[in-house]
Each structure stands twice: as C-alpha cells, then as structure tokens.
C-alpha cells in the first residue's frame, strides 16, 4: 500500500473488530490487515491491541524539556529583562497588550521559560528603574 496520508496511521489488529470511537471515528479492523487509523483515535487503538504496521512505536511519548530557566534569582531576573528588551527590538504588536506590556505567552516563549504575571511585573518595573537611573547618571 502507498504511504498513508498525514495525520493517520496504518496500523493492525490480531482480530477482526470495529472500533467506534469517542471522536466521532469508526475504524473497521480485518485480522492481521493494515488499516487506515486517524491519529486522534491512536490511542484507543493502542488500547485495543492494535499496533503500527510498520513496527515502530504507536504512540512516543515527549521528553521533557530540559529546564532552561536560570535557578539564580538574579539571574533569572536578567534573563527576563533581556527577554523584554528583545521583545521591544522586534516591536510585534502581537506580542504587546494595549497598555504596552509584553504579554506574558510571549514573553514565556521569548525567554524560554514559564515566566508569570508577577515576575513581568517586577521585571517591567526593574526596566523602568534601570532606565532611569541611566538617564539621572546622563544628565549629570
């Protein structure tokens, strides 16, 4: 058989049986005979005995992402700010509120790690303390 197309997976059962699943999907299973499966439903189908035809594992499980969130306070607080400036360099509106405050999803992928309200909030405020110690030290 050709190469099934995206988003399903040929798979086999050692019986016959039809699986109606909670999705919505019927898959007919003839014993032995590669059978067209939707991925949602793969997982019933695991459940059921069924495996992929070409051997491989059915369902593979996500490593979990190593945490790339610095363990240091100071650090971590570092790493957000640049997160935030880089933001600010791209200037994508999307990844602003209305009131100018980089989202906190955005801000989350842009830094690489779970950031909450509260810590973009104490960088925002960091920021804004930084900058105008910066421009009292200009001014001088």
């Not at 003839?30 to 992929?52: D, F, H, M, Q, S």
């Not at 989202?103 to 909450?116: H, I, P, R």
Request: with cysteine.
């Amino acid at each position: 058989m050709a190469n099934p197309a995206k988003g399903v997976t040929m798979m086999t059962l050692n019986r016959n049986y039809t699986h109606a699943s909670v999705y919505g999907h019927a898959v007919r299973f003839v014993k032995n005979v590669p059978t067209v499966v939707p991925n949602v439903i793969v997982r019933e189908c695991v459940a059921l005995g069924a495996e992929r035809s070409d051997g491989k594992d059915a369902i593979v499980e996500a490593r979990p992402a190593a945490d790339k969130a610095p363990q240091n306070v100071d650090d971590r607080m570092d790493a957000v700010l640049d997160a935030i400036e880089s933001m600010l360099e791209r200037n994508d509106r999307e990844d602003f509120t209305g009131t100018g405050l980089p989202k906190v999803v955005s801000l989350t992928s842009e830094a690489g790690f779970k950031v909450d309200k509260t810590e973009l909030n104490k960088a925002w405020q960091e920021r804004a303390n930084r900058a105008a110690l910066e421009e009292r030290d200009g001014s001088s």
